[in-house]
């Protein structure tokens, strides 16, 4: 069965600072992998998904994402933070672990805070 | 516009009053889930829906009920609400879930208190 550890809960960063949010997953095959984002208020929008392909994923808002096979990670990286990027942020997993159907499965999230 | 729509946004009620919080989207998506949100806990599935008369429990339906009757609709039920069930509820939709890389599409959530 699939598994998604974000490591830290709360991230705070400065406006203009690296955004680093992290993702980790188990899968029994391999994986697609989806970046939402909740702003207050509001139910989750994707953010970028991995596929199949290239390994660096752009999403929109300036937000990339890098799948790393070897370190079965998918972290959220964004070069210079926003105000407006604060927000909650949950890493998934699809898989099907071997059948037809494919669940997505949910980290806890991580609740980034930017400073002015 | 492609949208998850969920009513109430908001709902306060007693303890084993029976609710409805309806979810209607207008994709023509398949799959269709309900989750609940608690800090610290994420995202947790309570049931969903791989087609119209199709259902099966999530990973905490206990307490729930859920019907797909309509392709577009797919209504929580909770017959005797608690305490334990004061939770932000989202329904979400999907192309289809035999395939993998179809992204949820969500509502703007259902905040219920039971008192």
């Known amino acids: 069965a699939q598994s998604v550890t974000q490591l830290g809960s709360h991230v705070s960063v400065s406006e203009g600072a690296l955004v680093l949010l992290r993702c980790n997953y188990s899968?029994?095959?391999?994986?697609?992998l989806f970046w939402y984002v909740q702003y207050p208020n509001q139910g989750l929008q994707l953010l970028l998904k991995?596929?199949?392909?290239?390994?660096l994923v752009k999403g929109i808002n300036g937000f990339e994402a890098e799948f790393k096979k070897s370190e079965t990670s998918f972290h959220l990286t964004k070069p210079s933070a926003h105000m407006s990027d604060a927000a909650e942020y949950f890493c998934?997993?699809?898989?099907?672990?071997?059948?037809?159907?494919?669940?997505?499965?949910f980290g806890k999230g991580t609740l980034l805070t930017v400073n002015p | 516009e492609a949208q998850v729509t969920q009513n109430p946004r908001y709902l306060i009620t007693v303890t084993g009053k029976k609710l409805t919080v309806t979810c209607s989207q207008n994709?023509?998506?398949?799959?269709m889930s309900w989750y609940r949100q608690d800090p610290g806990l994420g995202l947790r599935q309570i049931y969903y829906s791989m087609n119209v008369e199709v259902t099966d429990k999530g990973d905490v339906p206990e307490g729930y009920k859920v019907s797909r009757k309509e392709k577009r609709n797919f209504p929580l039920i909770l017959e005797s609400p608690s305490p334990n069930q004061t939770s932000l509820y989202f329904c979400a939709s999907s192309l289809s879930r035999t395939v993998p890389n179809s992204p949820l599409h969500f509502g703007n959530g259902t905040r219920l208190t039971v008192t």
């Open positions: 899968s029994s095959v391999p994986p697609y």
């Open positions: 998934a997993v699809s898989d099907s672990s071997g059948g037809s159907n494919y669940k997505l499965t």
């Open positions: 994709m023509n998506h398949e799959y």
């Open positions: 991995y596929t199949t392909g290239a390994t």
